[in-house]
Structure formats: C-alpha cells, structure tokens
C-alpha cells in the first residue's frame, strides 16, 4: 500500500507536481481508474474476513483507512464499496479513532 497506493494518491491530489501539461484532469482519472481496482480488492478480502490480515486490527487496516479518506472524492469513494463501507465504519466507532478526529478538528463524513 505505501510504495503504490500512497504514492498514486498524492499523484492525484498534486497532479501539477507529476506533468508539464496543463491536464490535471487526465492524471487524476488515470489515478482513480488504478486505485479504484486496487480498493476492489481490498473490498474483496473484506468480505471474507473482518480485517486485511484475519481476526485482529493491524496497522495495515489503519493505513487503509487514512489511504480510504485521501480517495473520499473518487467517482466511487472506498466508503461506496459495500464490504469496505461497512468496515470504515466499524474503524470509526473506535474510540481511538474518535479521539483522532476530535484532536485533529475532523468534521464527519470522515471517509
């Protein structure tokens, strides 16, 4: 997720950072066109199971969440996917969670 997904989204969000050309608006579609698939997949393992890894929160589920809310304005959000819906939501009610979006002065939605 960090060497593409990361690195794909900051292309899209900073697209006048990756092109001499004055079309923002091709890079971003490219963008979201490659990462929408690789949300699918991820809403693919979310089906089969509660986190990316199994049972058990990791720091893998907290990055997807952070890359999840930095893709809240694709065409079709991460938060649209229904398997990947369902578990931003279980992320949110975390209490830790809460407490982040309260220090950082986050305004729902989140993702």
Request: proline share 5%; with cysteine.
């Amino acid at each position: 997720m960090n060497q593409s997904m990361q690195a794909e989204l900051m292309m899209y969000h900073y697209p006048e950072n990756y092109s001499l050309l004055q079309d923002s608006k091709s890079i971003k579609y490219k963008v979201e066109e490659r990462l929408t698939k690789c949300f699918l997949m991820f809403n693919d393992i979310l089906e089969r199971q509660p986190y990316l890894l199994g049972d058990n929160i990791s720091i893998s589920d907290i990055y997807l969440f952070m890359l999840s809310r930095w893709a809240r304005t694709f065409t079709t959000p991460p938060s649209g996917l229904k398997n990947i819906g369902a578990y931003l939501n279980k992320m949110i009610d975390r209490p830790a969670f809460q407490n982040v979006f309260a220090k950082e002065k986050l305004k729902y939605p989140y993702v």
